[in-house]
Every structure is written in C-alpha cells, then in structure tokens.
Nanobody, 127 residues
Framework: QVQLVESGGGLVQAGGSLRLSCTAS????????MGWFRQTPGKEIEFVAG????????DYADSVKGRFTISRDNARNTVTLQMNSLLPEDTAVYSC????????????????????WGQGTQVTVSS
C-alpha cells in the first residue's frame, strides 16, 4: 500500500513550464506502475502519461506528446511530470496514481486500473 502526495502545481502563462512531483510513502515503490491523470469540471478523467516499474517505458496522451515528460526515481519514491509549452487547455487538476504490478512490464492507461491516488494539484494556464 502506498500514499501519494503531489506538489508543484500552480498558475503559469501559456508557453511556460511546470514540474509536478508525486512522492510515495510505503515500501516497494519499484513494484508499482505509475500514471498521471487530469480532470476538469464536467469532463471525464483523462490519461496524461504513464511509466513502468523501472522507468524504461513511457507513454503519453496524444495531446501532450512532445511537451510533457514523465520520469521516476525509485530510490527516492518519486515520479515527476515535466510540462513544457503549456497551453490553456492543459488547465486541470492533475493527479498521480499507482498500481501494484510486480510482474508487469507495462502500465495501464485507464484510471480504473489504478488503485492508489493522490489528492491532486491544480494547474492553471492563462492565455
């Protein structure tokens, strides 16, 4: 079991950058696959990026490819989402998620496949 805490959200102008971090408490962080999701009021939760257990496989939503980068540091129990060239449509509450997957080489893209969630952090991009 892990508890997740996000940090790094805030207000930024279009074209700017933000770096979100998610720190996990608990043990065996390297046995969890990790994902970042986002949600705006009235819309369904959206997959943003995912990373496998050892960090050598990542995937992104088409809307953020080439602008966002997900990475993880298993020694520090953290996963990071570097967001560059931000657009107003990136405005959302961003949440990290974890799923225990000791035998998986990949990661899921569906929110219902993740059991553990952080509280979310607001990202607002002004035009």
């Amino acid at each position: 079991q892990v508890q997740l805490v996000e940090s790094g959200g805030g207000l930024v102008q279009a074209g700017g950058s933000l770096r979100l971090s998610c720190t996990a408490s608990g043990s065996a962080f390297n046995l969890y696959v990790m994902g970042w999701f986002r949600q705006t009021p009235g819309k369904e939760i959206e997959f943003v990026a995912g990373i496998n257990r050892n960090g050598d496989s990542q995937d992104y939503a088409d809307s953020v490819k080439g602008r966002f980068t997900i990475s993880r540091d298993n020694a520090r129990n953290t996963v990071t989402l570097q967001m560059n060239s931000l657009l107003p449509e990136d405005t959302a509450v961003y949440s990290c998620a974890a799923q225990f997957a000791p035998f998986s080489g990949g990661f899921p893209r569906n929110s219902y496949e993740y059991r553990y969630w952080g509280q979310g952090t607001q990202v607002t991009v002004s035009s």
